[in-house]
């Protein structure tokens, strides 16, 4: 009988070395389309969050002054009384002292339906690098807590545009029928101290039937809004007066529009990578192929509306280009981009910008 020979050592090291060369080749391919499929998952969750602090935001900024309703008809705007809008904390629990400036932070004012009397909403951007916390934060201005919206929000900037004329007189003081200004509370006919009669925080008494602003011009009659600086809202004059504890600057009763920038990151540390223009706070990433930069939008709402009235412009880039779509909602716009198979998400970052 003929012995049934083997495989010697070196046909066996050889194909061991194929084989295990060959594995190597197929992993060098899948890990990468993992870290592509971890990526891509989480642009769709930021890009969710996104949406959720973008369509929050808008829905009450656009309430700001909307004032009593009555039979489902929206009242006259509480613009008219005080400011609606103001750039810091307001509230029973840690308000911000007078004066305050903070470009993460708003408080509007607003009477909900069938309501009487207004409530608040203040919305800041809650920053812990110690426990890498990061979120926006939403306040109601009773002894309730604050209640988180959204995480991982790590950038939240809002930016005031408003009237460059100062409030005027519509008509006079003894009118019986107003409306008297053209915004702002109208002065008293009788002496409230420390102002003399037809004076109040707004305006002087310059002796004639229609008193005068006390407010600058920042502009033409016509002209477009202008930027309102954080020196402009923190200088005065003060509204009720400037002993008030709860005193707010007269040119906050300029404010038309709101502009907000929002920017998330990836939950996950091992899906950022260094710490630069693509991500706020550095990950553990070292591939490309595994990163989800942060993702920012911009948008702008007009406030003391009874219905929301921000418009958007979402842009995503595509192979011909970035293309972009506007409409009235966002999620419309967004949808309608998508399905155009020349988009993607996974382009550097997607953005929604100002019109």
């Known amino acids: 009988m003929r012995r049934t020979q083997g495989f010697s050592l070196v046909e066996m090291t050889v194909a061991l070395t194929i084989t295990l060369a060959a594995t190597a080749s197929v992993f060098t391919l899948v890990v990468p389309s993992q870290g592509m499929f971890s990526a891509q998952a989480e642009v769709s969750d930021m890009q969710q969050r996104l949406r959720v602090v973008a369509d929050t935001l808008s829905r009450d900024l656009s309430l700001a002054g909307v004032g009593a309703y009555a039979a489902g008809t929206a009242g006259g705007s509480l613009n008219s009384l005080f400011a609606p809008v103001l750039p810091y ?87 019986p029928v107003g409306p008297w200004t053209t915004y702002g509370p109208k002065p008293p006919t009788t002496s409230v101290p420390p102002f003399a009669a037809d004076e109040n925080c707004v305006f002087f008494s310059d002796g004639s039937p229609t008193p005068r602003a006390r407010l600058a011009d920042l502009g033409v009659a016509g002209a477009a809004l202008v930027k309102l600086t954080a020196a402009q809202l923190t200088d005065g004059p003060w509204c009720p007066n400037e002993t008030a504890p709860d005193r707010w600057d007269a040119d906050l009763l300029r404010v038309r529009n709101i502009s907000v920038t929002v920017r998330v990151e990836a939950a996950t540390a091992d899906l950022r990578g260094p710490a630069s223009a693509l991500f706020a706070h550095g990950g553990t990433s070292h591939g490309g192929m595994a990163w989800a930069p942060d993702q920012t939008a911009w948008f702008e709402v007009t406030p003391r509306k009874p219905h929301p009235s921000a418009r958007w412009t979402i842009c995503l880039p595509c192979r011909t280009g970035t293309r972009c779509s506007t409409d009235r909602h966002a999620r419309r716009s967004w949808t309608a981009l998508l399905a155009d198979g020349a988009c993607s998400t996974m382009d550097r970052s997607s953005t929604w910008r100002r019109p």
């Open 89 to 175: 904390r307001s509230g029973a629990v840690n308000g911000d002292p007078p004066g305050t400036y903070k470009s993460d932070t708003i408080t509007i004012f607003f009477v909900p339906r069938n309501a009487a009397q207004p409530v608040s909403a203040t919305y800041w951007l809650r920053s812990d690098d110690s426990t890498g916390t990061y979120q926006l934060m939403f306040y109601d201005g009773t002894a309730n807590a604050d209640v988180p919206v959204a995480d991982h929000i790590v950038g939240l900037t809002f930016s005031y545009y408003g009237d460059p004329r100062p409030p005027l007189m519509r008509k006079p003081l003894t009118d």
